[in-house]
């Protein structure tokens, strides 16, 4: 089932990007002298929110990195979830918690299903309770 019935858009800035190359760092700036602190995989999906010389501010691992815009494919028409409340990330509806989320971050999301929201979390699919959210559109 497609997430509907929303006129709310992402903020500014904020696109929903998709890993083009196998795989591609993460920096804790933006700029090839910066310190790496993850890499991300072709396919995984974030959501970016800044842009710097190039490179592209996306929410990894519970803190923001910077990764080379052109490791990137902008997703467009999106469909996101922002978080009006804490939640946590979980392997299936009700499953094992994955992670936490704050209020505020903001997901790119594919499927709803009873009450449940799948979302990219951490470089793989999560679900969420839909409650904690609110629909977005990414331009």
């Given at each position: 089932?497609?997430?509907?019935?929303?006129?709310?858009?992402?903020?500014?800035?904020t696109t929903?990007?998709?890993?083009?190359?196998?795989?591609?760092?993460v920096?804790?700036?933006?700029?090839?002298?910066?310190?790496?602190?993850?890499?991300?995989?072709?396919?995984?999906i974030?959501?970016?929110?800044?842009?710097?010389a190039?490179?592209l501010?996306i929410?990894?691992?519970?803190r923001?990195?910077?990764?080379?815009?052109?490791?990137?494919?902008?997703?467009?028409?999106?469909i996101?979830?922002?978080?009006?409340?804490?939640?946590?990330?979980?392997?299936?509806?009700?499953g094992?918690a994955?992670g936490?989320?704050?209020?505020?971050?903001?997901?790119?999301?594919?499927?709803?299903?009873?009450?449940?929201?799948?979302i990219?979390?951490?470089?793989?699919s999560?679900?969420t309770?839909?409650?904690?959210?609110?629909v977005?559109?990414?331009?």
């Amino acid at each position: 089932m497609r997430l509907v019935n929303s006129s709310d858009t992402a903020p500014p800035g904020t696109t929903a990007q998709e890993v083009a190359p196998a795989t591609a760092v993460v920096r804790d700036g933006p700029g090839w002298g910066n310190a790496i602190f993850g890499t991300v995989m072709q396919g995984q999906i974030y959501v970016a929110n800044a842009d710097n010389a190039g490179w592209l501010r996306i929410f990894y691992d519970q803190r923001s990195g910077w990764v080379w815009g052109g490791s990137l494919r902008r997703r467009t028409s999106g469909i996101g979830r922002r978080y009006v409340s804490d939640a946590t990330a979980r392997t299936a509806p009700g499953g094992s918690a994955v992670g936490p989320v704050t209020r505020g971050e903001v997901f790119v999301a594919d499927l709803r299903q009873n009450g449940w929201v799948r979302i990219w979390y951490r470089g793989g699919s999560s679900w969420t309770p839909e409650s904690a959210t609110e629909v977005l559109y990414f331009p």
